[in-house]
């Protein structure tokens, strides 16, 4: 069973940037694509940012492209969300998670305790 534990979050000001981690134990790593998503109060969780296995390709949500970076570290058990130009509306509890498919946005079943990202006006 894979574990995931995210850290990084924070409060910023709008425009500002932050850099999420999570690390993960308990399976094969690289045998996953991964992602981030996301949930704010009041509302869906959604998917942010995927990674394939290898870490060679990436695909975001419409909403945080051009500004958030996904990256992994397979050596290490690590992905990593850059986000940068922060915007309130990204004010969230953001999770990473697997994906079950590659350029897909479903979600796997291993929920961590997230990493709340507020963004200040």
């Known amino acids: 069973q894979v574990q995931l534990v995210e850290s990084g979050g924070g409060l910023v000001q709008t425009g500002g940037s932050l850099r999420l981690s999570c690390v993960a134990s308990g399976g094969t790593f690289s045998s996953y694509p991964m992602g981030w998503f996301r949930q704010a109060i009041g509302k869906e969780r959604e998917f942010v940012a995927g990674?394939?296995?290898?870490?060679?390709?990436?695909w975001y949500a419409d909403s945080v492209k051009g500004r958030f970076t996904i990256s992994r570290d397979n050596a290490k058990n690590m992905v990593y969300l850059q986000m940068n130009s922060l915007k309130p509306e990204d004010t969230a509890v953001y999770y990473c998670?697997?994906?079950?498919?590659?350029?897909?946005?479903?979600?796997?079943?291993?929920w961590g305790q997230g990493t709340q990202v507020t963004v200040s006006s």
């Open positions: 990674i394939v296995r290898s870490g060679g390709g990436t």
């Open positions: 998670n697997t994906v079950l498919y590659a350029f897909g946005y479903v979600p796997g079943d291993y």
